[in-house]
C-alpha cells in the first residue's frame, strides 16, 4: 500500500498532518500520545498494523499538532483542542466514518463520539482510559513527567519498557529512538500530561454508535479496570479481553487485534497464508548467512528495503531473531506457509 500524505488547516491558519491509505469506506484512527506519519510508516510492525486495517476500506490517521508531520501551535494542550483537530480531520471526510482510539486517543474517540452521534457508524476503544488519574498513583505521575522533562533520552527509554514489554531490546531501542524524533521534551511532557488529565466518565451514556473495547489484559500502561468500566458505561458495549502485555496496538499479538477489530467493523477477516514471494527469498539468502547489504546487493533492491523485508519475515512469524528465521528456513520448503503469519484476502 501507498501512504498518501496531506494537510488541513486549523483555526488561525496552522497545518495538520494528515494520512490516508486504502479505499472504500473510512476508517478515522486517533493515535495515541507521541506519533509520526512518516516515521510510523516505516517501522515495520507499525505499517503492519495500517495496512491490515486498511484492507478494504480506507484508513485515515494524524499527527496532534506539535507531534510528527503537524508543526506546534501556541496553544495549551487540552481535550476541545483535541477535539478541534479531530474535526478538521472528519471534515476532509464526507460521509459518516468508524472511529478508532488508541490509548490517548481513546477518551478523544469518545468525546468526539459523545458530542457527534452522526458522523461516527461504529466505534473502536483500544487500550484507552476513562480517566487518566486513575492509571496511577500522583507520585508516579509526576515523577514520569519529571524525567521525561528533564531527561527526555531516558524518560523515553523508560516508556517504551513500559509501551512494549513483549518486543525483543532492539525494537525498543528503535521506539524509543522514535518517540524522542516524534517531538521535543516539552511537547513530550504537555501531551503526557494531559493523558492524565483526561476524563470521559460523565460522557459514556451519550455515546450512542455501536462501541468495541478491545484491551489486552496485560497492559501496564493503562489497567484492565479502564476498559471495563468503558464497557460499564457504554451501552451496549461490547469487551473484547486478549493475552499480552503490550500497550501499543502494534506490538504483541497484532494480528489477533486486527481480526477482532475487523470483525466488529463487518470487513472481511481472511485466511493466513505463508510469505509472499519477495519474503521467502529474502529468508532464503538469511538462512544462507548474509548481512542486509548483501542481501540488497544480490536483489538489486537498497539496504534500507532489505532490512525491512528481513523485519517483516521475523514479525509475520512471530521470531525474536535472524536465527530463528535460518532455523525455520532451513527445516521448511519454500512452498511452507508461515506459522503464524498472515496475509489479509478480501
Do not use: K
Not at 512469524?317 to 478480501?346: C, K, N
Request: charged fraction near 25%; charge should be neutral.
Amino acid at each position: 500500500m501507498r501512504q498518501r500524505i496531506d494537510r488541513v488547516a486549523l483555526a488561525g491558519g496552522t497545518a495538520l498532518s494528515y494520512a490516508s491509505i486504502g479505499a472504500g469506506r473510512p476508517l478515522v484512527y486517533v493515535m495515541g500520545w507521541l506519533t509520526h506519519l512518516q516515521l510510523g510508516w516505516e517501522l515495520p510492525a507499525e505499517r503492519a498494523l495500517y495496512e491490515s486495517l486498511a484492507q478494504g476500506c480506507r484508513l485515515v490517521r494524524y499527527d496532534r499538532a506539535g507531534s510528527g508531520l503537524s508543526p506546534a501551535v501556541d496553544r495549551p494542550a487540552s481535550l476541545a483542542f483535541e477535539l478541534e483537530q479531530l474535526a478538521a480531520v472528519a471534515a476532509t471526510i464526507d460521509e459518516p466514518f468508524d472511529l478508532m482510539g488508541t490509548s490517548m486517543g481513546a477518551p478523544v474517540a469518545v468525546a468526539w463520539a459523545a458530542a457527534h452521534p452522526d458522523t461516527v457508524r461504529r466505534l473502536v476503544l483500544c487500550g484507552g482510559w476513562v480517566r487518566g488519574a486513575d492509571l496511577s498513583p500522583p507520585a508516579v505521575r509526576d515523577h514520569v513527567l519529571g524525567l521525561v522533562e528533564a531527561h527526555w533520552g531516558l524518560g523515553s527509554d523508560v516508556l517504551t519498557d513500559l509501551f512494549a514489554p513483549d518486543a525483543d531490546r532492539p525494537t525498543r531501542a528503535r521506539l524509543a529512538r522514535y518517540q524522542r524524533a516524534c517531538s521535543s521534551a516539552a511537547t513530550a511532557r504537555e501531551l503526557l500530561a494531559l493523558s492524565y488529565e483526561l476524563d470521559v466518565s460523565d460522557r459514556l451514556d451519550q455515546v450512542r454508535a455501536s462501541t468495541l473495547v478491545v484491551h489486552r489484559t496485560g497492559d501496564r500502561a493503562a489497567p484492565v479496570a479502564q476498559a471495563e468500566a468503558f464497557a460499564a458505561g457504554i451501552a451496549d458495549a461490547r469487551l473484547v479481553l486478549l493475552p499480552g502485555r503490550s500497550h501499543l496496538p502494534y506490538a504483541g499479538d497484532r494480528d489477533e487485534l486486527v481480526r477482532v477489530v475487523r470483525r466488529f467493523l463487518g470487513l472481511p477477516v481472511g485466511r493466513r497464508s505463508g510469505l509472499t514471494a519477495r519474503q521467502r527469498e529474502v529468508a532464503q539468502l538469511v538462512s544462507e548467512g548474509l548481512t542486509n547489504r548483501e542481501i540488497a546487493a544480490r536483489l538489486g533492491i537498497d539496504e534500507r528495503s532489505a532490512e525491512g523485508h528481513v523485519e517483516r519475515i521475523r514479525l509475520r512469524l512471530g521470531f525474536r531473531s535472524r536465527a530463528q528465521i535460518a532455523a525455520w528456513w532451513g527445516s521448511s520448503t519454500p512452498d511452507t506457509p508461515a506459522a503464524g503469519g498472515a496475509e489479509w484476502i478480501v
